[in-house]
């Protein structure tokens, strides 16, 4: 406090300003992306209505999430903040969430994408398709936690010796049995095989035999076509 005539007449003290009752309890800290399966720590702080942290909070917390999870045990916020490891395996967009008998906090928002392919699905399994002909093939992945999708992409093909694949469309002009072979990327013991039989396309000339065949009357001939 300082006097309006002489500022050099002044005088002060403290204040201390201590955090208001318990209000929430906040998430922070973990990443906005996982990969399902990863391990990721999230911080949870119990505040006031100012943010300000309650230093001497006695609860115990409780981690919540909206997917398949690896959760911790309620543990307790020493100094009104605590750490705690969460392992996300629902791919997708999911929630992690701190509780106890009384707050539950606001949701942190995660997108958590599929771990590594554990196997491959093809479709369509055993085609038959005409000599030049095509066919288009889609591969499922499926990781560890039975998370699918669309792997197609991230697959290369291959097919037996009188065949090729463009990328997963794949087609002969020899008649015969292939096997269409899809593999993974990044790990070549992920693959998944099925078979393709080529038969001959629509006829575009034809051959007799005999030619010029001559009988008796009241004979007949067999003729093969071509």
């Not at 993974?184 to 693959?191: I, W």
């Amino acid at each position: 406090a300082t006097d309006h005539v002489n500022p050099l007449v002044h005088v002060s003290t403290g204040l201390t300003v201590t955090a208001a009752s318990l209000s929430k309890l906040v998430v922070t800290a973990g990443p906005a992306t996982v990969t399902a399966g990863d391990p990721h720590d999230y911080t949870v702080t119990a505040e006031d209505a100012f943010g300000n942290t309650i230093t001497d909070y006695a609860g115990t917390v409780s981690i919540t999430a909206s997917g398949a999870a690896d959760l911790p045990t309620p543990a307790t916020l020493p100094s009104g903040q605590g750490v705690f490891s969460v392992t996300l395996k629902t791919a997708g967009g999911q929630t992690v969430a701190a509780t106890d008998t009384v707050l539950t906090s606001a949701n942190h928002n995660v997108t958590v994408t599929h771990a590594a392919p554990l196997s491959l699905s093809i479709l369509p399994t055993d085609a038959s398709i005409q000599a030049g002909a095509s066919e288009v093939y889609t591969v499922t992945g499926q990781d560890t936690y039975g998370n699918t999708w669309d792997a197609t992409s991230t697959t290369d093909f291959s097919v037996g010796a009188g065949a090729t694949c463009t990328d997963n469309s794949c087609t002969s002009t020899t008649v015969g049995g292939y096997t269409v072979t899809a593999t993974d990327h990044v790990n070549p013991l992920v693959h998944v095989s099925t078979g393709l039989t080529v038969t001959h396309a629509a006829p575009t000339t034809l051959s007799i035999l005999p030619t010029d065949a001559s009988i008796q009357a009241g004979a007949s001939e067999v003729y093969t076509v071509t």
